[in-house]
């Protein structure tokens, strides 16, 4: 199963399946509501690697994500296109794209041991724009 | 994968490869907003080892770092610049700056078993002065 994620606004953010290692979709809406509730969110996580660049090739682009996270409220690239691809057998089983995502949680982790870093990032889509997010797949692709 | 932390302001503080096992930042954002909040926070965690200096070489500098943590809010001492290398394949992974870190955390833990000690670093950036965090790598060195 091969992720891939990308990120467009100001700059572009491609990363593939060599790097991302995990995302987790979800819903977020109340739990306690008698019906069926007007308040939905939707938080994406992903986590995958931080690759060291070898053999002359270009660095990651991680550290972009690294700098989004860091864009302040008042800059409107703090909303970005993001989206995920789950590719598998030649199909394309999800591919969930957030027009106006923001970032709620930034962490890189590295280790002395490990050759690569990780990174989570969690991101949401913007309340208001719910209507706009797209949650298709099961066609063919690679 | 090497890390190199180096301290400014106040007593220079300089730890290698040799001293820190690992890093950790990370961002402090509310996770339950509904758009993209202007209460924005980062926060390095550092762990390594604390060195005994044989064959009378000098001692490392992690006991500045324990005086840094107990610097009074008064003293214009307490904010330092921190600039953190993550270094692997000649590759300059990543190079944080933090202008204007102050500590958080500081804990040092000894035992009768080890002959290093271990020490846990929390910092964090002036909320004030976010923008002046720099993220900088994906070059050689």
């Known amino acids: ?142 | 994968m090497g890390f190199r932390l180096k301290i400014e302001g106040g007593a220079a503080i300089e730890l290698k490869e040799q001293s820190i096992t690992s890093v950790r930042f990370r961002t402090d954002i509310p996770q339950d907003s509904n758009a993209r909040s202007t209460d924005l926070g980062s926060t390095v965690e550092i762990t390594g080892k604390i060195l005994t200096a044989v064959d009378g070489e000098p001692f490392d500098a992690t006991k500045e770092i324990g005086k840094w943590a107990l610097v009074p809010a008064e003293k214009a001492d307490c904010y330092r610049k921190v600039t953190i290398e993550v270094i692997a394949a000649s590759q300059e992974v990543r190079k944080y700056t933090y202008p204007n870190a102050f500590v958080v955390d500081y804990r040092e833990d000894y035992g009768d078993v080890e002959g290093v000690g271990t020490f846990r670093l929390v910092i964090k950036q002036k909320k004030d002065k976010m923008a002046n965090i720099a993220v900088e790598g994906g070059y050689a060195v």
């Not at chain 1, 870093?117 to 997010?133: E, N, P, R, W």
């Open chain 1, 1 to 142: 199963m091969g992720l891939r994620l990308k990120i467009e606004g100001n700059e572009s953010i491609q990363l593939d399946e060599t790097i991302v290692t995990g995302v987790k979709y979800g819903a977020d809406i109340p739990k306690d509501s008698n019906a069926r509730s007007t308040d939905l969110g939707s938080t994406i996580q992903i986590t995958g690697k931080i690759l060291a660049a070898v053999g002359g090739e270009a660095a990651d682009d991680t550290m972009k994500m690294a700098k989004w996270a860091l864009v302040p409220a008042e800059n409107a690239d703090c909303y970005r296109k993001l989206t995920i691809d789950v590719v598998s057998a030649s199909q394309v089983v999800r591919q969930v794209t957030l027009p106006n995502a923001f970032v709620i949680g930034y962490e890189e982790d590295f280790a002395d041991e490990s050759g690569v870093g990780t990174f989570t990032l969690l991101v949401k889509q913007k309340k208001d724009k719910m209507a706009g997010l797209a949650f298709e797949g099961g066609f063919a692709g690679e």
